[in-house]
């Protein structure tokens, strides 16, 4: 004992306090763990339910304070969170089972060093946390289709000799980015990724960090939110018809295509919607269509599988038929009304002659042409129409 202080050596171990009555020492005082986040996104200062089995109360505070910010007390199972402190009104969150201290919404007056302390009857562990919290990164967003290979282009972004570039993925409806550990996910020398095959499971929102030797801060370089959906992947076409592919890419740089070797001439490519539009194709184009597509955030790569079949008719040839039935069609009405009118004329002349002798009893019969004189006295409605005149008095039989 030296002063009043009782000094014990404590192995691993930072000595806080000692008297006769209490000695204290700090074990296993860890090395600090560096977290990055932007405006607005929810941080968990995340540690292990090994740290804090057999723990009597576990308190967090912010490094250089005196007073809590959170605290739970295991004997009497109950969490304290400081509501006097304005700084966080609401925005935290312990979890009592591992210690986890979640600080919602967070913003760049969040950026401190965060203390946990881990009080036990063989001593106080603590845990240290560096938070830096940046104004947000803009979000990149990029749809592909499932099977594609798609790049997450990073060029335009300045990387120092130094740094070392990390990708994080935040999968949809999950909270915490997560180290992607996947090998169809390759990083290139740049430090964009590549995903090979990409599924419905790979989407969410991926996080490149950037850390250096000389810094124990985190910083976001880019952010992608890549949307992967099912598509139509195979078309069946029959020679002689246009098709249109949608990419789902806009704002195209440049493309390529290749395929079984069959000429494309016949192709466009509409770079500002990012539409393939095949005119007239040809049987030798059936097959796979292999598409790269570049532009300045994603290189696509995607198969596209076209079937052409030899059989039947194409749409051009049927509209063809439809037109030539049509003509067929009106030319035999209009036969068949010019046979009604001839068939009509001809009856009502053999009428008119087989009459004729008995009619020539009673009156002479003159055949006259409808444009004579007749038409202006006469009700002369059906043609040909017969006229009797009896005594200066006319009668007529249709």
């Known amino acids: 004992m030296r002063n009043g202080y009782l000094y014990v050596r404590c192995a691993s171990a930072r000595l806080v306090s000692a008297d006769e009555s209490n ?18 996104e929810d941080v968990i200062l995340e540690t292990d339910e090994a740290d804090v089995l057999g723990a009597d109360e576990l308190s967090w505070k912010i490094q250089g304070e005196i007073g809590f910010i959170a ?20 925005r935290l969150l312990l979890n009592e089972k591992t210690g986890s201290l979640t600080i919602k919404n967070v913003n760049t007056a969040d950026t401190r060093m965060y203390e946990l302390q881990i009080n036990s009857r063989s001593g106080i562990k603590t845990k240290t946390f560096s938070l830096t919290v940046h104004s947000e990164v803009g979000i990149v967003e990029v749809s592909v289709m499932e099977g594609d290979s798609v790049t997450l282009n990073i060029n335009d972004i300045e990387v120092q000799k130094d740094e070392e570039l990390s990708w994080k993925v935040k999968p949809k409806d999950e909270n915490v980015f997560k180290s992607i550990n996947d090998e169809r996910f390759k990083k290139g020398k740049t ?32 952010r992608f939110n890549v949307a992967v959906h099912d598509g139509v992947k195979s078309v069946s076409v ?118 004729a002798h008995d009619l020539s009893n009673m009156a002479s019969v003159y055949l006259v042409d409808v444009d004579t004189v007749y038409t202006r006295y006469f009700d002369i409605s059906f043609i040909p129409s017969t006229v009797f005149f009896f005594n200066g008095q006319h009668m007529k039989v249709a």
């Open 23 to 40: 000695v204290c020492c700090v074990f296993g005082a860890d090395e600090v763990k560096a977290i990055s986040a932007n405006v607005g």
């Open 238 to 355: 029959m020679e002689g018809d246009t098709i249109t592919l949608h990419t789902g890419v806009a704002q195209i740089l440049t493309a390529c295509l290749n395929s079984t070797g069959a000429r494309w001439s016949n192709i466009n490519l509409n770079n500002e919607t990012g539409e393939i539009t095949i005119k007239n194709i040809r049987g030798d184009q059936s097959g796979d269509l292999e598409v790269e597509i570049n532009t300045t955030i994603v290189t696509l790569h995607r198969k596209l599988s076209i079937n052409i079949s030899d059989s039947g008719l194409s749409s051009g040839v049927v509209a063809g038929i439809v037109v030539c039935v049509l003509v067929v069609l009106l030319f035999a009405a209009a036969l068949g009304v010019i046979y009604y009118r001839r068939r009509i004329s001809h009856l009502q002349k053999q009428s008119l002659s087989k009459t």
């Open 191 to 222: 430090g964009s990724l590549t995903i090979t095959n990409i599924n419905i499971k790979d989407g969410g929102l991926y996080r490149l960090e950037s850390s250096s030797s000389t810094s124990i801060d985190i910083k976001y370089k880019a």
């Open 71 to 90: 605290e739970f007390d295991k004997e009497a199972n109950k969490v304290s969170i400081d509501r006097n402190d304005k700084r966080f009104s609401g």
